[in-house]
């Protein structure tokens, strides 16, 4: 079955940390990858997306992630935390059915 | 931004009682989706559309109904609303595959 898994369900990075967000999928059929943030109380924003071409994608507020087909991931990066990066980050995956999969989530915390 | 809207925002109902929800989307899409989301879960998809009148169901989509009338709206019926249907909802709005989602509705089933 065509599934994502994001490991991790809390992350928490001290501001200038790295931030490392893990997304895995299940698929044999190369899909569409994104990645989405939701602020609190409100709704989805897209951060990125990988549908062909380059396999480092970069997006907004400095974000950028890696389509790895041989290890069927996608996984968010960003340099250096900042505070205002404290959100709830998902994974999703377009497997050509009309139909986005989303993983569980990572909140991810900042620690000053 | 697309725009899309979702009313009312926030709701409390009972038990047993009928509750509609509307997303409207000033895009033109193609396609519009309903989402639930609940702590643990991420987003459940309860049903979603393909156009004016066509409908599918999503994985949770038991005890809901949607319809699409018109290309800008899509409605989420609780037919009788029970308290395992206390969640945020979200619709979102597609023209291919990358989906653009609406503020949600916090609805609470006392």
């Known amino acids: 079955a065509q599934s994502v898994t994001q490991l991790g369900s809390h992350v928490s990075v001290s501001e200038g940390a790295l931030v490392l967000l893990r997304c895995n999928y299940s698929s044999s059929v190369p899909p569409y990858l994104f990645w989405y943030v939701q602020y609190p109380n409100q709704g989805l924003q897209l951060l990125l997306k990988y549908t062909t071409g380059a396999t480092l994608v970069k997006g907004i507020n400095g974000f950028e992630a890696e389509f790895k087909k041989s290890e069927t991931s996608f996984h968010l990066t960003k340099p250096s935390a900042h505070m205002s990066d404290a959100a709830e980050y998902f994974c999703?995956?377009?497997?050509?059915?009309?139909?986005?999969?989303f993983g569980t989530g990572t909140r991810l915390t900042i620690i000053p | 931004d697309a725009g899309i809207t979702q009313s009312p925002r926030h709701k409390v109902t009972e038990t047993g009682t009928p509750v509609t929800l509307r997303c409207h989307q000033t895009?033109?899409?193609?396609?519009m989706y309903w989402y639930r989301q609940d702590p643990g879960h991420g987003l459940r998809l309860i049903h979603y559309s393909y156009g004016v009148k066509d409908t599918d169901k999503g994985e949770v989509s038991d005890g809901y109904s949607v319809s699409r009338s018109k290309t800008e709206d899509f409605l989420l019926t609780l037919e009788s609303a029970t308290s395992s249907q206390t969640s945020v909802y979200f619709c979102?709005?597609?023209?291919?595959?990358?989906?653009?989602f609406g503020p949600g509705t916090r609805l609470t089933v006392l």
């Open positions: 895009e033109n899409h193609r396609y």
């Open positions: 999703a995956v377009y497997f050509g059915n009309e139909k986005l999969t």
């Open positions: 979102a709005s597609a023209d291919y595959n990358e989906q653009f």
